[in-house]
Nanobody, 126 residues
Framework: QVQLVESGGGLVQAGGSLRLSCVVSGRTIRTAGVGWFRQAPGKEREFLATIMRNGGTTYYTNSVKSRFTISRDNAKNTVYLQMNSLEPEDTAVYFC???????????????????WGQGTQVTVSS
């Protein structure tokens, strides 16, 4: 049974930083692609970043590329999302997701991820 548990969300002022964690159980993250998505009220789920299996190539959506960094700790089976220079527009529920057979062209699409966490709320005040 694969499970993903996010943590690290909270309330932060604009310009601040947060680091989200995604602890994975039931699957070794080095053998899977793990990504971060977010969903704001009334909006569709939005791709943010993914770290691929094995070599750990990373992909980002353009809107966060200069501010967010995805990384992983294989020993802890955990994937992180470091978020800097946060803006009120970053307010959303943040989800991590795991995909067993991800290829580059399928990275941004939520339907290609097999397992999801419950999400963690990030609120950025102005």
């Amino acid at each position: 049974q694969v499970q993903l548990v996010e943590s690290g969300g909270g309330l932060v002022q604009a310009g601040g930083s947060l680091r989200l964690s995604c602890v994975v159980s039931g699957r070794t993250i080095r053998t899977a692609g793990v990504g971060w998505f977010r969903q704001a009220p009334g909006k569709e789920r939005e791709f943010l970043a993914t770290i691929m299996r094995n070599g750990g190539t990373t992909y980002y959506t353009n809107s966060v590329k200069s501010r967010f960094t995805i990384s992983r700790d294989n020993a802890k089976n955990t994937v992180y999302l470091q978020m800097n220079s946060l803006e009120p527009e970053d307010t959303a529920v943040y989800f991590c997701a795991l995909a067993g057979g991800l290829i580059q062209s399928s990275v941004p699409y939520a339907t290609n991820y097999d397992y999801w966490g419950q999400g963690t709320q990030v609120t950025v005040s102005s």
